[in-house]
């Protein structure tokens, strides 16, 4: 059985970025993770002991973005850590991160970089 979790489009202003200008003044992104871990046990208890709590991914986001970083990769890298490094448990990690308004020509939502990987 597969079991997901969700984190969906979530909103932090942070300073990632190669440019000095980016890291000083600083734009949102969207954060959204997946995680597959087994939960099946707190369909049946009721219980979060049984499950990963999203508000413990949520707070490990929050924590991390607050780090400036040049790249988002590198940004995006160290959430995936953190959360494997937490949660030993969970088999697969996808984490995709959009800077919105990058100083770059044209107009656009934004640019994303998208990371996954499987223990």
Do not use: C
């Not at 448990?89 to 939502?109: A, L, V």
Request: hydrophobic share 40%; aromatic share 10%.
């Amino acid at each position: 059985m597969t079991s997901k979790i969700f984190l969906e489009d979530v909103k932090i202003f942070a300073y990632h970025g190669v440019l000095p200008e980016e890291r000083s003044t600083g734009t949102w992104f969207t954060v959204n993770i997946e995680v597959h871990v087994d939960f099946w046990k707190a369909t049946e208890t009721d219980n979060l002991n049984d499950t990963v709590s999203y508000a413990d991914l949520n707070a490990i986001v929050h924590r991390e973005m607050a780090v400036p970083s040049q790249l988002m990769e590198f940004a995006a890298g160290r959430i995936l850590r953190k959360i494997h490094s937490d949660f030993p448990e969970i088999s697969y990690i996808r984490i995709r991160m959009t800077k919105h308004s990058p100083p770059m020509q044209g107009e656009m939502k934004g640019a994303s970089v998208e990371i996954e990987k499987k223990f």
